[in-house]
C-alpha cells in the first residue's frame, strides 16, 4: 500500500500521479483514501491496474462503525455505509 502512501505524500513528485489525480479528481482525489469507499459507487473509470489497487485499498481501509461516536466521525462523502437512494 505504500503506493498510496506516496499518492498522498506533497513531497513525492511523481509523473504518475498526475494521471492518479485526472481520474480521482471528480470523486475527491487524495481524499477519496480517507473514505469508506466502494468503487462500485464512484461515478469514474479507471484502469484495471487502479481497480485493484483502490480494492485492496478500501478491504484495509474500510471501517464499520457500531458506537455513536464512531458513526458520527464517519466521513459523509464517498461513504458505502451513507446512501440515498442506494447511490
Do not use: H
Not at 489497487?53 to 458505502?80: G, H
Request: proline fraction near 6%.
Amino acid at each position: 500500500m505504500s503506493f498510496f502512501k506516496r499518492y498522498v505524500d506533497a513531497e513525492y513528485a511523481a509523473d504518475w500521479k498526475l494521471v492518479l489525480d485526472a481520474l480521482l479528481k471528480p470523486v475527491g482525489g487524495p481524499y477519496l483514501l480517507k473514505c469508506n469507499v466502494s468503487l462500485s459507487d464512484l461515478p469514474v473509470k479507471v484502469s484495471p491496474l487502479y481497480v485493484e489497487c483502490l480494492t485492496l485499498w478500501s478491504r484495509f481501509n474500510t471501517t464499520l462503525p457500531d458506537q455513536v461516536e464512531d458513526i458520527m466521525n464517519e466521513i459523509v462523502c464517498n461513504n458505502k455505509n451513507i446512501l440515498v437512494n442506494k447511490k
